[in-house]
């Protein structure tokens, strides 16, 4: 089993252009997140999604839209990159039980 | 909505002593409380956790403990190794509305030779 999978590892945007963030699961998890890390500020949750055909946001959710395309994906897009939104993103899935296994993360630069 | 404090932001020990990391948390409703180790450059991964019917839990040299009363848990690990120098944090999260978990800001763990 991959686990969960995130794709690009490594991304630099330009101020106001656009990107969406794919993460996909295949441990048949039915809830998923969308974290940023920064430094001395742990991991902050952007949005959530506890099962297919929902989402919510969570504690910084201004600047990004996401997507639970089917239950192994879930997507993040940034519509007008901003340097704030530099960061380290990670994408999670947990069971019932709220173990999360999480992803690679994307390190994103925005200049 | 949960908020979650951690203390100390950096931790240095000598190889073979004992580390402890505090965490409190505000929301009384909060009952799973997990542990993660981040290596540089690597993903948050799970080292241990604990769930609120319960005060402590052993794993070989990592034991957590929670005092629900005072709202806190901490972590403890026993006979350090320079393999445990990494970011440490903790997390809470209350049943349902998503198992969102709430993060600390992270303690950075150095074991010195």
């Known amino acids: 089993n991959a686990g969960v999978t995130q794709t690009p590892k490594f991304q630099v945007l330009k101020t106001g252009q656009s990107m969406t963030l794919q993460c996909a699961q295949d441990?048949?998890?039915?809830?998923m997140y969308w974290y940023r890390q920064d430094p001395g500020m742990g991991l902050r949750l952007i949005y959530y999604?506890?099962?297919?055909?929902?989402?919510d946001k969570g504690e910084v959710p201004n600047g990004y839209n996401v997507s639970r395309l089917n239950k192994r994906e879930f997507s993040l897009r940034l519509e007008s990159a901003a340097p704030s939104q530099t960061s380290v993103y990670f994408c999670?899935?947990?069971?019932?039980?709220?173990?999360?296994?999480f992803g690679s993360g994307t390190r994103l630069t925005v200049v | 909505g949960e908020n979650v404090e951690q203390h100390p932001s950096t931790l240095s020990v000598q190889e073979g002593d004992s580390a402890v990391i505090k965490c409190t948390y505000s929301?009384?409703?909060?009952?799973?409380f997990p542990w993660y180790k981040q290596e540089l450059g690597k993903r948050p991964q799970l080292i241990i956790d604990?769930?609120?019917?319960?005060g402590e839990k052993k794993d070989q040299r990592i034991a957590v403990t929670l005092n629900k009363t005072a709202k806190h848990f901490s972590l403890h690990i026993t006979e350090t190794q320079p393999e445990d120098s990494a970011v440490y944090f903790c997390?809470?999260?209350?049943?349902?509305?998503?198992?969102?978990?709430?993060f600390g800001t992270g303690t950075q763990l150095k074991v010195e030779l």
């Open positions: 999670a899935s947990s069971e019932e039980d709220r173990t999360y296994t």
């Open positions: 441990m048949n998890h039915n809830s």
């Open positions: 999604s506890a099962s297919e055909g929902t989402t």
């Open positions: 929301d009384s409703a909060s009952n799973y």
């Open positions: 604990i769930r609120s019917n319960v």
């Open positions: 997390a809470a999260s209350i049943t349902g509305g998503g198992n969102k978990l709430t």
